[in-house]
């Protein structure tokens, strides 16, 4: 087993040596989602680094991977977003008259801008959607122009609240000012409404909480699946543990490390440090910091009294009215956030494990929290400090102007959306993969290029590939592995042997994947520039297809990735009569309409006559073959030597002009749209067949019509550089019809003109100045020769 280090949060510095309790066996649990809202890329960046993370583990190293990740299906967001829709709900089916809604939607409007933009109030008049947008250019304009509240400093979390909040006024206030009743005023209607009814709400039903978590969690796993992030091998949900959580708190009461008050049981920092423990050993920096610790506790916990310290945190929550409840001991109420996951980690992987990852916002309290408080459940007396967790392994956040990308901040893509509109899945991942998992990264421009030409090249490296052993008859019976030896003198195996060391030092040193990709970039480079034969080639994109596979980056493959090339989506798991169906249809248009040129060549004749793809295809299918480019090949090499007869016999048979246009013109189309559309290159070679190339048919569409709006261009800018030279040439012969000695008899400048009709006197009766006189003759001589040559070409009766 390769030694690793890895950054091990419990261990500030460099990283550390990864040495797992079972030599071979990885325990890890994953801090998931809280299923109340649509993932987006801050969860994409979290959870897809760590799946890279996992693959590595596996499919480079070889640990087998036991993966543990939960659904926090009951928190105070959660709470707040279900009861809110349901009280929305209610409030819809109540018999209000236009003005009625209306004036609820104004007080919500005054109630919301009072509760999160107090920078909004006056003294002058009340706040209301009328002179709403006043107020808040006045106010907030700094921070909308891309400043900051204080003036100073870049804008953070702090600024792109106030946009979300502003953001949530202006929508309610287009809804007050259009009479639209509740559509466009829900995010301050649902707060409202909260403070006004929240205590009535029957919570004894639960499906308004569960019917969101489902929905939510089924939306992730989709998410997920479409990222193509693995599966966990076990999913804990905090709803299916809540008499386990309610044990494991009764245990720390008993050890001393914890204390009830008014129904709520609390952590005792206080007493666990004195049994010699530490506390916030991944933030001790934010130990005190009161804001961290409130936002730890949630919302609902403001009003809650009782504790001995303000930083002791809630094991169990006493549940107040329009809040979801189970019993226990201390009576009705609700699982403490932290506790939650000590909980069912511990249930499934005991009282150690190897690895506890998550987003680096969670490290203080979240983890630090969970850490004391399993470590106070585990703490046998005499025995020292216990250690719950060895390896602490934290995401770096992905950032948006300034800011972390956050469902409260509401400054997100959805994972749906950016998958829709501005990415691939294999995309995504490796723009992630080009970052170190444990750094902070902001998605930039040229990010985005250095990603988009990373993948450019590999993919046509693998095209180029698979095209060239396709041509010479050895795609999928060629090499797996080459070693030195078989191939001495190879500069390009020599280059792949040290690439092989370098990628395994890269990947040992914390799972350094931004050094991993340029090691796969060099090589791939270097292959394109070599000499050498095929086969070693073929090794060098075995290897590389390996690795490609182990980072996650072709959602068909899987371990232990020894084919070639990464495959489109959906490549396999086809059948392959239906996959092939396109391919075959294609040569069947083309051998058809050879056949109705009705060519005397014999040459075209005995082709027709003795290809049959079918039986090919017919073969593979035999053996088991499930790839669709494999299978399409004979369908796809009949077509191409068809073309390829044809364009022989145009440039070398005497043919009537119209039959080779003919030919030409279905050369072209088979080539540019038949196979294009199929996602097929043809690449035409001298004395050669053509070369056959599987490119995403998006792609060659897109290259096809930019040639084509190209061409149009060419050919509009020719069509005008025609007509400007045609009314150039009307506007020439225009001035030559008039003869030199009436060419200035028109102009008011003069009423005087000599014999041959240059100006004498000028307008006021004065002699024209010498100066002047020789610059009209200069005129009035190009105006005569412009003239003679008129004369010549129209003829003097023009």
């Known amino acids: 087993m390769a030694s690793i280090t890895v950054h091990n949060s419990l261990k500030p510095g460099g990283p550390v040596p990864f040495v797992p309790r079972e030599e071979g066996k990885i325990s890890w649990y994953a801090c998931g989602p809280t299923v109340y809202d649509s993932s987006h890329l801050g969860h994409a960046r979290n959870y897809v680094s760590t799946d890279i993370i996992r693959r590595i583990l596996m499919h480079h190293f070889g640990f087998k991977v036991n993966f543990v990740m939960n659904y926090t299906d009951v928190d105070d967001k959660i709470i707040i977003r279900a009861r809110r829709r349901r009280l929305l709900e209610l409030e819809k089916e109540k018999p209000y008259s236009t003005e009625e809604v209306r004036d609820l939607g104004s007080k919500a409007f005054t109630a919301y801008a009072k509760s999160n933009l107090p920078l909004l109030e006056s003294d002058s008049a009340p706040l209301d959607e009328n002179n709403y947008q006043e107020r808040k250019q006045a106010a907030y ?12 400093g870049k804008p953070s979390d702090a600024e792109a609240k106030v946009k979300m909040h502003l953001n949530n006024l202006d929508s309610a206030a287009l809804a007050l000012q259009n ?3 509740y559509h466009g005023a829900e995010e301050v209607l649902l707060p ?16 308004m909480f569960t019917d969101l978590t489902k929905a939510m969690e089924k939306a992730f796993e989709k ?6 992030v693995l599966p966990p091998d076990e999913v804990t949900r905090v709803t299916e543990y809540v008499p386990q959580i309610v044990k494991f708190v009764e245990t720390i009461v008993e050890k001393g490390f914890a204390y009830e008050a008014n129904g709520s049981v609390y952590f005792d920092i206080s007493a666990f440090e004195k049994a010699g423990n530490t506390y916030a050993r991944l933030r001790p920096e934010s130990k005190n910091d009161k804001a961290l610790q409130e936002e730890g506790e949630g919302s609902l916990s403001k009003g809650l009294e009782g504790k001995k310290r303000s930083g002791d945190f809630a094991l169990w929550k006493q549940s107040k009215k329009g809040e979801p409840f189970w019993p226990s001991p201390w009576g009705l109420g609700r699982p403490g956030w932290h506790i939650e996951c000590s909980v069912m980690a511990s249930d499934k992987l005991g009282e150690q494990m190897d690895i506890h990852s998550g987003g680096i916002d969670l490290a203080f309290p979240h983890h630090d929290n969970e ?7 585990f703490h046998v007396c005499g025995k020292g400090e216990h250690t719950w967790v060895k390896y602490f392994l934290h995401m770096g956040h992905l950032s948006i102007a300034g800011s ?20 691939t899945a294999r995309n995504m991942r490796i723009v992630f993969l080009m970052g170190r998992w444990n750094d902070g990264v902001e998605i930039s421009p040229d990010m985005r290029k250095q990603a988009d030409s990373w993948e450019t090249t590999l993919d046509n490296f693998f095209t180029n590939t698979k095209a060239r052993l396709s041509e010479a008859g050895a795609l999928g019976a060629g090499v797996k592995d080459l070693s030195l030896a078989e191939g001495s003198g190879s500069a390009l195996l020599t280059e792949l042997e040290q690439a092989k060391k370098d990628l395994n030092a890269a990947l040992s040193n914390s799972f350094d994947t931004p050094a991993a990709m340029q090691v796969i970039l060099r090589l791939v480079k270097e292959a394109n520039k070599s000499s050498d034969s095929l086969p070693v080639i073929e090794a060098v994109a075995r290897w590389v297809t390996k690795i490609v596979g182990t980072f996650g980056l072709d959602a068909s493959a ?5 084919g070639l090339g990464w495959a489109s989506a959906g490549a396999t798991n086809i059948d392959p009569k239906v996959g092939i169906k396109p391919y075959a249809a294609a040569y069947e248009k083309v051998k058809q309409e050879v056949e109705g040129l009705a060519l005397t060549e014999e040459s075209v004749k005995t082709l027709l006559a003795q290809q049959n793809p079918e039986v090919e295809f017919s073969e593979l299918e035999k053996s088991g073959e499930k790839d669709i480019e494999k299978l399409a090949l004979p369908y796809l090499r009949a077509t191409s030597r068809l073309r390829d007869e044809l364009r022989g ?8 002009p119209k039959t080779k246009q003919a030919i030409l013109s279905l050369s072209d189309r088979v080539r540019d749209y038949d196979l294009t559309d199929l996602g097929v290159q043809l690449d035409d070679q001298t004395d050669k067949p053509s070369l056959i190339k599987f490119v995403p048919a998006s792609r060659l569409i897109a290259a096809r019509e930019e040639k084509a709006a190209l061409l149009a261009e060419k050919a509009r800018q020719k069509e005008e550089a025609r007509k400007a030279r045609e009314k150039a040439e009307e506007e020439k012969w225009a001035k030559a019809k008039v003869p030199p000695q009436d060419m200035f008899k028109s102009d008011a400048n003069y009423q005087e003109w000599d014999a041959e009709g240059l100006p004498a006197k000028l307008a006021d009766g004065s002699e024209v100045p010498k100066s002047q006189v020789k610059k009209l003759k200069k005129e009035w001589d190009r105006q005569k020769k412009l003239h003679d040559e008129y004369l010549v070409k129209f003829g003097a009766s023009a």
């Open 141 to 152: 304009g700094k921070v909308l122009a891309g400043g900051t509240l204080s003036g100073e």
């Open 179 to 181: 009479a639209t009743g």
């Open 192 to 207: 409202y409404l909260d403070s006004l009814y929240k205590e009535t709400i029957d919570t004894s039903d639960q499906t």
């Open 223 to 228: 998410d997920m699946s479409d990222l193509n």
């Open 371 to 377: 850490l004391a408080q399993s470590e106070a459940h």
């Open 404 to 423: 972390k990308m956050s469902k409260s901040l509401k400054n997100f893509q959805t994972i749906q959306d950016a998958l829709a509109t501005t990415y």
């Open 558 to 562: 899987k371990p232990p990735y020894d």
């Open 649 to 656: 016999i145009v440039a070398s048979a005497t043919l009537e």
